[in-house]
């Protein structure tokens, strides 16, 4: 990840949303993107160029926008028709953003199109996101990454955040082991990253 | 480990052999729209299958047409959603709430800049001050303030066609809701759910409770009394029953709603025994019998 005096940002010279650009890089805000919220927390992610990226829950595509500055492809899951057709029109102008219309748990709608990555980003609100990262398995490379974004409050709106990030870590343990739990505040209210490898 | 043919949006691959799905980017897209694949003896593709299929030359070509398939689909499954009534329905019922909000904000301004016009003593109370202020100044008012008292006739114009349209949208989409709380209330409601689909999926309890979202966590998280209603107050039933028997009233309507909800998403028409009965347990919740 490029930092520029402390800012985050990543390499494209074209605003999407408006965000601010730095020496002909748009700056990538930790307040409207998780991803880059875990970087200010310490837990920056790898983002080569030769990356291969899910994207489950890419609503508006503020975040997949950023990952895909700096990869080789993103694909982009997202079922809400509304956010779907601004997530179409980022495509139109970024030939590296597969734009996948599908319910996340429900990956055999759109498995046919899906190869393996290198990354599983994850930021879906339903209360089955433990079940949907697992199901997501088999498309993870061999030593890729999963970072899962907890939404303790689609999970269960009035449980203490902790104990469900630990219900959804425990869940994961069959395919993933958990390498950091990260709090995102206070950028993300109630959100967890978890960063998780697969396992075998 | 034995191979079974895995399908793939650009063909067939079974070990070797790519057996390459033939015609344009519709075709292709209808191809695997009629795929049902199971997760469970699914293998992920991998690209350079579609080079030895024929499909693309490359990477970027194979990337390029897959975009153009998926753009497609999503296309098409954004088409068909909107295509739908409930979706025109809930942003007219949206569109109606905004336009009060609108007119109320500047009739409240209204009121305030007209006081400092004429500070005079208030004249006798009758309607709400805002409406009076706006009322009192018809005719004598000019210039920019002429102007305003012409947008928010020009907005109550608009919210009287709209609450036409969208009395008509209820009675056609939710027929049973209709008759049950009228088109306006169901509509609401419908709008409060997101679609048809959600909303004939939700428990009574929810439909109860839904436009009372920020009482209904406060309980969730204090354990202050839960609401009785949300939008549902707004039908005559809740709001004009004795106060001890609302919460009654509210619940009894809930329960026969998720069932009209049902009716209404999957048959589409009136119920009429459904209806009869419905009304009748309504009614008798009001009289606490």
């Given at each position: 990840?490029?930092?520029?005096?402390?800012?985050?940002?990543?390499p494209?010279?074209?605003?999407?949303?408006?965000?601010?650009?730095l020496?002909?890089?748009?700056v990538?805000?930790?307040?409207?993107?998780?991803?880059?919220?875990?970087?200010?927390?310490?837990?920056?992610?790898?983002?080569?160029?030769?990356?291969?990226?899910?994207y489950?829950?890419?609503?508006?595509?503020?975040?997949?926008?950023h990952?895909?500055?700096?990869?080789?492809?993103?694909?982009a899951?997202?079922?809400?028709?509304?956010?779907?057709?601004?997530?179409?029109?980022?495509?139109?102008?970024?030939?590296?953003?597969?734009?996948?219309?599908?319910?996340?748990?429900?990956?055999?709608?759109?498995?046919?199109?899906?190869?393996?990555?290198?990354?599983?980003?994850?930021?879906?609100?339903s209360?089955?996101?433990?079940?949907?990262?697992?199901?997501?398995?088999?498309?993870?490379?061999?030593?890729?990454?999963?970072?899962?974004?907890?939404k303790?409050?689609?999970?269960?709106?009035?449980?203490?955040?902790?104990?469900?990030t630990r219900?959804?870590?425990?869940?994961?343990?069959?395919?993933?082991?958990?390498?950091?739990?990260?709090?995102l505040e206070?950028?993300?209210?109630?959100?967890?990253?978890?960063?998780?490898?697969?396992v075998? | 480990?034995r191979?079974?043919?895995?399908?793939?949006?650009?063909?067939?691959?079974?070990?070797?052999?790519c057996?390459?799905?033939?015609?344009?980017?519709?075709?292709?897209?209808?191809r695997?729209?009629?795929?049902?694949?199971?997760?469970?003896?699914?293998?992920?593709?991998?690209?350079?299958?579609?080079?030895?299929?024929?499909?693309?030359?490359?990477r970027?070509?194979?990337?390029?047409?897959l975009?153009?398939?998926?753009?497609?689909?999503a296309e098409?499954?954004?088409?068909?959603?909107?295509?739908?009534g409930d979706?025109?329905?809930?942003?007219?019922?949206?569109?109606?709430?905004?336009?009060?909000?609108?007119?109320?904000?500047?009739?409240?301004?209204?009121?305030?800049?007209?006081?400092?016009?004429?500070?005079?003593?208030?004249?006798?109370?009758?309607?709400p001050a805002?409406?009076?202020?706006?009322?009192?100044?018809?005719?004598?008012?000019?210039?920019?303030?002429?102007?305003?008292?012409?947008?928010v006739?020009?907005?109550a114009?608009?919210?009287?066609?709209?609450?036409?349209?969208?009395?008509?949208?209820?009675?056609?989409?939710?027929?049973?809701?209709?008759?049950?709380?009228?088109?306006l209330?169901?509509?609401?409601l419908?709008?409060?759910a997101?679609s048809?689909?959600?909303?004939a999926?939700?428990?009574?309890?929810?439909l109860?409770?839904?436009g009372?979202?920020?009482?209904?966590?406060?309980?969730?998280?204090?354990?202050?009394?839960?609401?009785?209603?949300?939008?549902?107050?707004?039908?005559?039933?809740?709001?004009?029953?004795?106060r001890?028997?609302?919460?009654?009233?509210?619940?009894?309507?809930?329960?026969?709603?998720?069932?009209?909800?049902?009716l209404?998403?999957?048959?589409?028409?009136?119920?009429?025994?459904?209806?009869?009965?419905?009304?009748?347990?309504?009614?008798?919740?009001?009289?606490?019998?």
């Amino acid at each position: 990840m490029i930092w520029l005096d402390g800012v985050l940002v990543s390499p494209g010279s074209r605003s999407l949303h408006g965000e601010r650009i730095l020496r002909g890089h748009r700056v990538w805000d930790p307040y409207r993107s998780k991803l880059a919220a875990l970087a200010h927390l310490g837990h920056e992610v790898d983002l080569p160029s030769s990356l291969r990226v899910l994207y489950l829950g890419a609503a508006h595509g503020t975040t997949v926008s950023h990952i895909a500055d700096y990869v080789e492809c993103v694909y982009a899951v997202e079922i809400a028709p509304r956010p779907m057709q601004d997530l179409l029109s980022l495509a139109r102008q970024r030939e590296n953003i597969v734009p996948v219309m599908g319910d996340a748990t429900r990956p055999g709608e759109y498995a046919p199109f899906l190869e393996r990555v290198d990354l599983i980003y994850q930021d879906v609100a339903s209360p089955r996101q433990a079940e949907i990262a697992a199901a997501h398995r088999v498309f993870l490379e061999e030593g890729g990454t999963l970072i899962l974004m907890v939404k303790t409050r689609s999970i269960d709106a009035t449980a203490d955040p902790d104990a469900v990030t630990r219900q959804v870590t425990g869940a994961l343990a069959s395919c993933y082991r958990v390498k950091a739990v990260v709090p995102l505040e206070p950028y993300h209210r109630d959100h967890r990253a978890l960063v998780c490898e697969g396992v075998k | 480990m034995r191979y079974s043919m895995q399908r793939y949006w650009f063909g067939d691959v079974m070990e070797d052999t790519c057996t390459r799905a033939e015609g344009d980017t519709a075709a292709l897209a209808d191809r695997v729209a009629a795929f049902s694949t199971k997760m469970e003896e699914f293998v992920p593709l991998r690209w350079e299958q579609a080079v030895l299929c024929g499909t693309a030359p490359d990477r970027a070509g194979y990337l390029a047409l897959l975009r153009q398939v998926t753009t497609l689909l999503a296309e098409r499954k954004i088409r068909a959603w909107y295509g739908r009534g409930d979706a025109l329905l809930i942003q007219k019922v949206r569109m109606l709430e905004d336009l009060d909000r609108a007119a109320s904000l500047v009739a409240e301004r209204f009121g305030e800049w007209d006081r400092v016009l004429h500070p005079g003593p208030a004249e006798e109370i009758r309607e709400p001050a805002p409406r009076r202020a706006l009322e009192g100044a018809r005719g004598r008012a000019e210039g920019a303030q002429a102007a305003v008292i012409a947008s928010v006739d020009g907005l109550a114009a608009a919210r009287a066609a709209l609450v036409e349209e969208v009395t008509t949208g209820a009675r056609e989409i939710l027929p049973n809701c209709t008759a049950l709380v009228g088109g306006l209330v169901a509509a609401r409601l419908l709008s409060a759910a997101g679609s048809l689909d959600a909303m004939a999926r939700l428990p009574a309890a929810s439909l109860q409770v839904l436009g009372a979202r920020a009482a209904l966590f406060a309980h969730l998280r204090t354990g202050s009394p839960p609401p009785k209603h949300g939008i549902l107050y707004q039908h005559h039933r809740v709001h004009n029953a004795p106060r001890n028997r609302r919460g009654k009233v509210a619940r009894t309507l809930a329960a026969r709603l998720a069932i009209a909800a049902r009716l209404d998403c999957y048959r589409g028409a009136r119920d009429e025994e459904f209806l009869k009965r419905a009304d009748e347990a309504v009614r008798r919740a009001g009289r606490g019998t």
